[in-house]
Nanobody, 118 residues
């Protein structure tokens, strides 16, 4: 079983940046890689980004439009999400998880709140 702990969220003004981190431990058998999704109050879960275990391929939700970058540090078992040019509509709880491709996640952490003020 995998344990995932996100950090790095907070309050930022529109146009600002944040870097989220996700420390992973435990078994991740069967997953394609790691990824991030977000969920805002009253809205459906939304795929943000995914990265394959090799780190060679990354994928992003359509709304990202070059603003976010997912990366991983295998030595630290940590996945990052660098977010720039943040908008108020990016406000949500961001979760990292084992990623099975597309919007499909296996296990995920409790999330970190990102709030973007206008």
């Amino acid at each position: 079983q995998v344990q995932l702990v996100e950090s790095g969220g907070g309050l930022v003004q529109a146009g600002g940046s944040l870097r989220l981190s996700c420390a992973a431990s435990g078994r991740t058998f069967g997953a394609l890689g790691m990824g991030w999704f977000r969920q805002a109050p009253g809205k459906e879960r939304e795929f943000v980004a995914g990265i394959r275990w090799s780190g060679s391929m990354t994928y992003y939700g359509d709304f990202v439009k070059g603003r976010f970058t997912i990366s991983k540090d295998n030595a630290k078992n940590t996945v990052y999400l660098q977010m720039t040019s943040l908008k108020p509509e990016d406000t949500a709880v961001y979760h990292c998880g084992t990623w099975n491709g597309g919007p499909d996640f296996g296990s995920w952490g409790q999330g970190t709140q990102v709030t973007v003020s206008s």
